[in-house]
């Protein structure tokens, strides 16, 4: 960040929302590239994003994931000075983005959710469009684009017209794009939709090793939770406007899960009895809240054990009972819960208490 070169640092910003209370020790961090507080926009009646506290740090991915409609990209484009809130501010490297938008620019790499490109270019004549608009010219420019390129694995492709490039390629681009005025922060609007799932985790691999190698602050959305759950570092769930929740994604699972671990357990050698009766076997072990047995005999039972934090006691008891009784054991592995599923209790959670919690 090159603080000297731009406008001091603001610092008054609107208080926190009170609602915020209720989670679990907020971060306050003045220094955050990314911060939001009260932060809101209105469209008419439309209430499209409320009271948004939010702060990102250097060296972490955020996911903000929510569906259609939730507001998130709403909430990038206040970020960016592209729209105006209705209330409540922003920081993005301790710039009001509605008062330095260009100054915000420059620091802040932006892939947007269509991201487009002139089609008879290739894709590192592309690159060198952006690079002159961001005042890099000549070998500099150069360098720098060979540099973006190989980051985001294009280098083999670049001198290929845009026109030729896969839905994956034109993301990866646009993140090399997103890279040329060298930012501390990267804005990526849905950057995996659309893409085949392998070009997804080759697109997610790269992000890691971009803010492990460059420190910098990523905020990603995505409607995708699935997809996104494994690179964030931290994720809120956004719905309707409003971030009904702030955490990683095991904090997430244990605040809006129902408390209870899903284990799965396979057995070989099963019949219609043998299932039966493991069945009975599992449901006797303590800590086993629910059994459920597989339609088929090679597939796993799946137990539910409560409290959650038992699970490793309930397993061990599973390895000991299969054991005594002479079952064979082909697998046993804790699930993990997917943000598909946190987000679908998070929603309902916040429905049942949404009164309360908007107090
Ligand atoms: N320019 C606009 N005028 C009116 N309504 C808008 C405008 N932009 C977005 N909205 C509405 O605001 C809400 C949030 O939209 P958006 O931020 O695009 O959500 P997301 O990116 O999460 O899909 C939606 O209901 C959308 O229809
Ligand atoms: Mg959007």
Redesign the pocket.
Known sequence: MTASATPPAERRLPRKGRSRQRDRAPIEDMTAPIITRRLS?R??D?V??EALDLEVHAGEIFGLL????????????MLLGL?EPTSGGARVVGLDPRRYPLEVKRHVGYLP?NVGFYDGMTGRENLRYTARLNGLYGREADTKIGEVLDQVGMTDRADTRVDTYSRGMLQRLGIADALVKGPSVLIL??PTTAIDPIGVVEILDMLRGLVREHGLAVLL?S?LLVQVQSVCDRVGI?AA?RLIGVGTVPELAERFGDGAATIEVGFEGLDRAGLATTAAALESVKGVIEVHAPAKAHDPFVVLAKPANEATAVREAILALASSKGLRLSSIREAQASLDEIYRQAVSTRLQTGVESAA
């Open positions: 926009k469209y008419g439309l499209a994003v929510g569906q259609n409609g939730a507001g998130k990209t709403t909430t990038i484009l729209t959710d609007d849905e959305s409607h956004f406007g």
